[in-house]
Structures are given as structure tokens and as C-alpha cells.
């Protein structure tokens, strides 16, 4: 299951160093001493863990799906296909990975997703791929591993 959440999130422009990235600019004013190896040990922690597995699998293939017009229901997909900002949902899954790192994960979501640093922008502005999912479990990742590495150092 693990690799095939690395496969998904390659297949769609992902790679754990894109996230350690992301981890980097969330705690190098905390801990200077920080560098991206640790933090692509820690995401890779993170992403071992069933739960966040279950949802980065389910956010991808929900995007892919709309995206290939394979959803049930039509107004869904252009809900998706746009990326609505009052859909949602979206950030409610991540949550569900940020939950299980405390709220030093959950506040860095928050702040993570109004400052979109590196590959979160890019998946965002992205105009051929549907990344509504994706961009928001990036970010839950890169706060969870945020959240994991705050308690560890
Ligand atoms: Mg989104």
C-alpha cells in the first residue's frame, strides 16, 4: 500500500521531495538545524500509516475520476473539475491525516494552505489535471510530518 501511494502521488507530479519541501518551509524557523533528510523520513513515517494511505488513495482516484468523467453524478464532476471553493470536502479528508498528527498538524494545514509554498501552487494552478484532492493531501502530509517532528526534536 505504501508503494503504491508513492506511485500514485508520482503519477500525478508528486515526490516526496516536492513534500520535504513543503515540510521545510512549515519548520526551518523552528529547527534550523532541519535539512530535507529528515524530513523525507519523516513523510515516508507518514505515509505508512493505513489511515493516510486510505486517504491519499481515495483523494487521487476521486480527482482521476473526475477528471476522466467516471463519477456517478455529473454536477459532482464540475464541482471537482473547477475546484469549488465551497465544495470542501476536499480539506475534510485531509483533515482526516492531520487528525492523527495533533493540532500542531492541524494549524500548519491551515497555514499551509493559504501560503501554498513550491508544489502545492503548482498542483493549483495546474490546468490539465484535476488536482482538487491532491493539492490539499500534499499539504495535510507535509503538516502531519510538520506535527510528527515537532513532538520528536
Ligand atoms: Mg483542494
Known sequence: MYDKCVS?????????????QCVLFLQKDYHPELNEAIC?????EVLHKREVQHAVITGICLDIAAEQNKL???????????????????????????????????????YIDRCKPGIIRQLNAHRKQCNTFLD???????????????HSL
Open 72 to 110: 456517478a453524478d455529473e454536477q459532482l464532476t464540475d464541482i471537482l473539475k473547477i475546484d469549488s471553493p465551497l465544495y470542501g470536502i476536499d480539506e475534510v479528508l485531509a483533515y482526516g491525516i492531520c487528525n492523527l498528527y495533533g493540532s500542531i498538524a492541524l494549524t500548519n494545514y491551515g
Open 8 to 20: 500514485y502521488l508520482a503519477s500525478r507530479g508528486v515526490t516526496i521531495h516536492d513534500i520535504a
Open 136 to 150: 490539499d493531501i500534499v499539504g495535510a502530509i507535509a503538516a502531519a510530518a510538520a506535527g510528527k517532528l515537532a
Open 40 to 44: 523525507e523520513k519523516v513523510i515516508k
